[in-house]
Nanobody
Framework: QVQLVESGGGLVQPGGSLRLSCAAS????????MGWYRQAPGKQRELVAL???????NYADSVKGRFTISRDNAKNTVYLQMNSLKPEDTAVYSC??????????????WGQGTQVTVSS
């Protein structure tokens, strides 16, 4: 059994910063790809950022230069540092982890989602 717990969302003014965390626990053998996605009201879920087990990263054009994804493999945790936040960044942010668990099968796990609201 694997559980993901997200934290760090909230209300912030435009130009402000937030740091999201997503910690995995349970029967984890290894974690491959880690990512953050977001879904704004009335819109489809979109990829925000990805990080591979080797540390390579990929970002949506809309967040490049403002957001930074990182991971702590010892803690099975992925982070999203969000700077220079804009009202259009308002969304529910969810982490996605590709985890080798239990007997060695690869599974796709999602966090519960955390609300980020950017407003003055």
């Amino acid at each position: 059994q694997v559980q993901l717990v997200e934290s760090g969302g909230g209300l912030v003014q435009p130009g402000g910063s937030l740091r999201l965390s997503c910690a995995a626990s349970g029967s984890i053998v290894s974690i491959h790809l880690m990512g953050w996605y977001r879904q704004a009201p009335g819109k489809q879920r979109e990829l925000v950022a990805l990080i591979t087990s080797g540390g390579s990263t990929n970002y949506a054009d809309s967040v490049k230069g403002r957001f930074t994804i990182s991971r702590d493999n010892a803690k099975n945790t992925v982070y999203l540092q969000m700077n220079s936040l804009k009202p259009e960044d308002t969304a529910v942010y969810s982490c996605n982890l590709q985890i080798v668990a239990g007997l060695g099968a690869l599974y796709d796990f999602w966090g519960q989602g955390t609300q980020v609201t950017v407003s003055s």
